[in-house]
């Protein structure tokens, strides 16, 4: 039996992707500090080999009997990456170098890097750079975020040879539900500000471009890339998209989606300035290359999103484990305090 390591595999792509992987007859072993605990896997935890470990500190034995690695793991999006770019910098690039030695020191052939289409974010008002990108698009991201991932681009592409196989994928933002929900994903934050307050909130009129794709997609990419020829795939880049949308579009049809599953909305426009991402992609190379094309579309998705919603009961919207930045500004303030007065239940040593 074929046996992953997914790093990272406790968090929103990566529970989603432990599901698919295991449904297709793979063996998983999932390497996640637990920052957001275990609820992602609730489902398969009895199916799946956990290693509660940080990423920048991988023990070699991890990649024991290991056939190939997906790497969906580091700090995700652009705030967080902004409230800490060292720790953003450690794991995005440093770590995912680091493993990619490790991988290949134990003769793992398959490293599949999760980076992001937010490297080719050209932002609101330039409309001459408002163009379709690809692959081969010259990119130079300065946020911490997209340029950490660059950076690790760069380290693993070099690395390619015919005993290593790195392979990239730029995700456009990610929308669907997963066990380990997140609501600071643009199609999320509509849903659950239609569900929570019966109104979906466009920043900026909603101008700007952005490439979506579902989580479910997502993870069906990593499985095209696992599964593809070595020589497919070694060393390259790819895109995944669904549909490029403007977001005053996508609120519309959020909107008309909810409708269908009884849920009434109304859309309030903002049109104050405010920095904000934009951009484009094509997914064609990944369509010619393996034949792979997202499906899912934002209609399904959200109807889907909602009806879970409610079913698994995820309807405390305001916590802060749904939203990446919050829950680590709360670890790291109880970490500060925990360390002052030691456990919460235990006897203090004052």
């Not at 996640?32 to 956990?50: C, F, N, T, W």
């Not at 995912?96 to 020191?105: F, P, R, S, T, V």
């Not at 979506?212 to 593809?228: I, K, N, S, T």
């Amino acid at each position: 039996m074929t046996k992953i390591l997914l790093v990272g595999g406790a968090g929103y792509v990566g529970s989603v992707l432990a599901e698919e992987l295991l449904e297709r007859g793979y063996a998983v072993r999932i390497l996640d500090r637990l920052y957001y605990g275990e609820d992602g896997l609730r489902s398969i935890r009895d199916r799946v080999d956990l290693i509660q470990s940080d990423m920048r500190n991988i023990n070699p034995s991890a990649l024991e009997e290991v056939d190939a690695v997906i790497n969906v793991g580091g700090l995700s999006n652009d705030p967080t990456a902004e409230y800490n770019p060292r720790a953003n910098y450690d794991m995005n690039t440093t770590a995912a170098h680091k493993l990619a030695d490790l991988c290949m020191a134990a003769g793992v052939r398959r490293y599949i890097y999760a980076s992001s289409a937010s490297i080719y974010d050209t932002g609101v008002g330039n409309d001459e750079k408002d163009v379709l990108q690809d692959e081969e698009t010259p990119v130079a991201p300065k946020a911490a975020y997209s340029s950490s991932k660059r950076e690790a681009e760069k380290a693993l592409i070099s690395l390619a040879r015919p005993d290593f196989c790195p392979v990239i994928l730029r995700k456009g933002t990610i929308y669907g539900f997963s066990p380990r929900m997140r609501y600071d994903l643009v199609v999320n934050t509509f849903v659950k500000d239609a569900l929570s307050r019966g109104v979906i909130m466009l920043h900026y009129g909603g101008e700007m471009w952005r490439p979506l794709v579902d989580v479910r997609d997502a993870a069906r990419a990593y499985l095209a890339c696992l599964q593809a020829d070595e020589d497919k795939v070694r060393g390259q880049i790819f895109n995944v998209c669904y549909h490029n949308m403007r977001i005053s579009e996508l609120a519309l049809r959020v909107r008309e989606a909810l409708r269908g599953v009884g849920v009434n909305t109304e859309i309030q426009v903002d049109y104050g300035y405010r920095g904000v991402r934009s951009y484009r992609i094509s997914g064609a190379k990944i369509n010619r290359a393996l034949g792979f094309r997202p499906i899912i579309s934002i209609e399904e998705s959200v109807q889907d999103m909602a009806e879970k919603i409610r079913q698994y009961n995820y309807t405390d919207f305001d916590h802060p484990k749904y939203y990446n930045i919050r829950w680590m500004r709360l670890l790291e303030e109880a970490d500060r305090i925990i360390k002052v007065t030691g456990s919460v239940f235990g006897v203090g040593s004052r």
